[in-house]
């Protein structure tokens, strides 16, 4: 319980003492009263009547609030035996409607008793100071007029005092206003005081001593027929707030469903609008809302917070990489422009503020609108940082999921400045709760057709598990081998040629049966085989799909792998009855900087043939495949065309990079990207390079190159990646090592870490690699960096001066 839970709650204990003390002196001092000047013993008769009638109370539909028609015997008590024993028998009618609810907790028990003794002390108070009437059984016969008055005093004192302690109590024990409260909950249930006052009236007045019996029987038919009149209204209103209710779940769902589609077009955050619902709703409780239309309000908008985001391009959305200046304005757009969205819906309660400022700071630095403190939203604030938790832990094209513990460290480092300290202190009392959980159901299966419609299709586009360094090294080989191979290859070497090379490269990493390569054609919408080697090859050449149909038209279409997936949906009735037939596939886009070319579909006969490393792996290399693709469906379109793919011969892992260093304007001169150098060596022993080595593969993306000189050094060329994303590298390399090693870049560490990046530490390879020496101090243990700088000086240049 938070502090300010425990302080409401006591207040509420403290209170209900109070009250409880208050009504039990009053219910002391009518005892005492009869005791000295006892009624005629009519009135117990008439107090169980009263205790009897309160039994049978009407519920307020979708109110804590419920009419009785004790009140009118209540009322004839006062007018014909006095104020003391009418407080004596609303005591024991609140305590046996508590027992009758089951509300049999001390405290309930205790207040039920008590406060309708005190609202029935002070409202006989008020009727006695008012009225020069004296107790009716007495024989004394008055007017309408001289009883009605009094008695209407006598009602309304006893309705606010009834429903306004009452009020009270709802109020200290959840949060609310008991002004909100009170209008919501008895307000609307004031005529039935009023009205079992006059009823009171009529019947004390016409009574004589000893007609008591006859008076009530002759009232009982109207007492009856309003209270079953009371009950079937009560009935039907029941009926039309449960069609209400079902209409509001079916509404609800249909928002979902719309959230989900939002949701679905960034597939690289799935689930995210789901789990941020679940966790600002725990979260708002636990800071305190208890507002039924701010927590309505928070419910939609967590669905609906990134609905601006279908006003903003893919490739801004999805962008693998740090956003321009002018792509993080157009990003920041989605909130006012989705606010702007909703506000057509009409919302019964506050979305369109949530929506519009959940990405305003705390300290005012935020967006759109610039609001500062108490003026954010409650609800806004509440989103803002489960939104960035759950940012954080999920995948991202350009960065890994942090750790729990990460991830709260840096909500706690934006306390004060992005988000409310109170918001910020409540989340981390329940971040254990939140990451022991199983957030939400799955999406309805109509968004399968996101993922081929197939139930087995695991589309690999937002998961990425760390790959180990001997497997990245195994690529890079992989890689280097295939530019030998190609920058051997006959200049006007068409489609046959071109692909037979790449194909041994692509099945030495995952081997399979038959492999085809796929030419996208968006003049036919469509994707069309134009090479295939392996078994049953002859029967696809000629295969044909439409953009998004079928695996390999759906990976070309949406940019994403497949893996082990159903091979009929590329392959159809081609393989029916054909033993043994394909039932795995791993499917790789090929894109290329002038656009998507085509994919490479790997298809094998066993279930669950691929390893998702296998993937990586193959993602890996799949750019210079891609530009080989890409180079022979030229040729073979313009056999004169000369290609402009050439690598010098020289290239093994521990080697390679010389050779590399010649056509650097490959990878840098493209404009708005960059590139890093990271070069690590080891000064210890072997174990220390074991650790290294394991730190950097955590610490690094699958898209990174990791070349292994020799075994105490590495060398990893990291494309798209700023000075920034370099330090953040190098320091969860120096988190990653083991307590007992010492990290970099204390000079006691067995390690040397540096980093180098364009266009800032210069414009080519070579000069990345010379800055990352220099900045590597001192003589380096191995010869690694100054032996790559002079193969580079000694290789011929094919790209120009550096």
């Not at 004596?88 to 205790?110: F, I, K, N, Q, Y």
């Not at 979260?283 to 908008?301: F, H, I, K, N, P």
């Not at 070319?597 to 298809?603: I, P, Q, S, W």
């Not at 730190?695 to 075994?711: G, K, W």
Request: aromatic share 6%; net charge negative; with cysteine.
């Amino acid at each position: 319980m938070n502090q300010v839970s425990r302080r409401r709650s006591g207040l509420h204990h403290a209170y209900v003492a109070l009250v409880l003390v208050l009504g039990v002196a009053a219910l002391v001092h009518s005892l005492h009263s009869l005791a000295v000047t006892p009624p005629p013993s009519a009135w117990i008769g008439l107090g169980l009547i009263t205790v009897a009638a309160g039994a049978f109370t009407i519920k307020m539909p979708s109110l804590n609030a419920a009419l009785s028609i004790s009140e009118t015997f209540l009322f004839i008590t006062v007018l014909f035996f006095g104020p003391a024993p009418a407080v004596v028998v609303v005591a024991l009618d609140g305590l046996t409607v508590s027992l009758l609810h089951r509300r049999r907790e001390l405290r309930h028990a205790a207040f039920n008793l008590s406060e309708p003794a005190l609202s029935m002390w002070v409202a006989s108070a008020a009727f006695t100071s008012v009225s020069s009437v004296g107790p009716l059984w007495m024989g004394s016969h008055h007017s309408i007029g001289d009883v009605g008055v009094p008695a209407l005093v006598l009602s309304g004192v006893y309705f606010l005092m009834n429903s306004g302690l009452n009020a009270i109590a709802v109020a200290t024990e959840s949060g609310g206003s008991p002004i909100s409260i009170w209008r919501k909950l008895f307000l609307g249930v004031s005529m039935n005081y009023f009205g079992g006052g006059s009823i009171a009236v009529l019947v004390a007045v016409n009574m004589r001593s000893g007609e008591l019996v006859s008076s009530l029987v002759a009232i009982a038919p109207l007492i009856v027929v309003s209270y079953f009149t009371f009950t079937t209204s009560m009935g039907r209103l029941e009926d039309e707030n449960r069609h209400l209710a079902d209409v509001n779940r079916l509404y609800l769902r249909m928002v979902e469903t719309l959230a989900l589609a939002v949701d679905a077009k960034d597939q690289l955050t799935h689930g995210h609008i789901r789990r941020v619902q679940a966790y600002a709703l725990q979260l708002a409780r636990r800071v305190g809302v208890t507002d039924s239309q701010v927590l309505q309000a928070l419910e939609a908008a967590a669905l609906l917070h990134d609905m601006g985001k279908l006003a903003i391009p893919e490739h801004v959305l999805n962008k693998p990489g740090k956003l321009t200046a002018d792509e993080y304005e157009r990003m920041k757009q989605h909130a006012p422009i989705g606010a702007d969205m909703l506000a057509a819906v009409g919302f019964p309660y506050p979305v369109v503020p949530v929506v519009r400022h959940h990405h305003e700071n705390w300290d005012g630095s935020g967006y759109p609108d610039g609001l500062q403190g108490d003026a954010i939203p409650i609800g806004a604030r509440v989103l803002a940082v489960v939104d960035c938790y759950d940012a954080l832990r999920s995948h991202r094209p350009y960065r890994r999921s942090v750790s729990p513990d990460e991830a709260i460290a840096i909500i706690r480092e934006r306390r004060g400045s992005m988000y409310d300290p109170t918001v910020v202190d409540a989340f981390q009392a329940i971040q254990a709760t939140i990451e022991s959980e199983d957030v939400g159901e799955r999406p309805p299966t109509v968004f399968d057709s996101f993922s081929l419609a197939a139930h087995n299709v695991d589309v690999l586009a937002r998961t990425s598990s760390a790959l180990p360094v001997e497997l990245r090294v195994a690529a890079t080989d992989a890689l280097l081998r295939l530019y030998e191979q190609l920058s051997a290859l006959d200049p006007a070497a068409g489609i046959d040629q071109t692909c037979d090379i790449v194909s041994r490269s692509l099945l030495r990493l995952a081997p399979a049966g038959l492999l085809v390569f796929y030419k996208r054609d968006d003049v036919a919408d469509e994707v069309a085989a134009v090479y295939a080697s392996g078994y049953m090859e002859a029967v696809v050449r000629d295969v044909r799909m439409r953009l998004g149909h079928g695996i390999s038209g759906w990976v070309a279409a949406n940019g994403h792998s497949v893996i082990n997936a159903d091979c009929a949906l590329d392959l159809g009735h081609r393989i029916d009855g054909v033993e043994p037939q394909f039932r795995s596939v791993l499917s790789i886009p090929l894109g290329h900087p002038s656009g998507a070319v085509g994919v490479v579909t790997l298809y094998a006969s066993q279930p669950q043939a691929f390893r998702e490393e296998q993937r990586q792996a193959i993602d890996l290399i799949a750019g210079p495949v891609a530009e080989a693709f890409a180079r022979a469906l030229k040729v073979s379109a313009d056999p004169i065309a000369a290609p402009a793919f050439a690598l010098p011969p020289e290239s093994r892992n521990g080697q390679t990079l010389s050779a590399l260093l010649e056509q650097d304007h490959r990878t840098i001169d493209q404009p708005g990207r960059s590139l890093g150098v990271l070069c690590v060596e080891n000064l210890g022993d072997a174990r220390v390079g074991i650790h290294a080595t394991a730190a950097v593969s955590r610490a690094t993306r699958v898209a990174d190159l990791i070349f292994r000189p020799n075994e105490r050094s590495l060398v990893v060329l990291m494309p798209d990646c700023d000075a920034a994303a370099g330090q953040m590298v190098i320091e969860r390399i120096a988190a990653a090592l083991p307590p007992d090693v010492v990290p970099p870049p204390l000079e006691s560490s067995p390690l040397r870490v540096a980093f180098a990046c364009s266009p800032h530490d210069g414009e080519s390879l070579r000069r990345l690699l010379d800055v990352a020496q220099r900045r590597l101090g001192g003589a380096p243990a191995t010869p690694l960096v100054a032996s790559l700088a002079a193969a580079a000086v000694a290789a011929p240049s094919a790209g120009g001066s550096s």
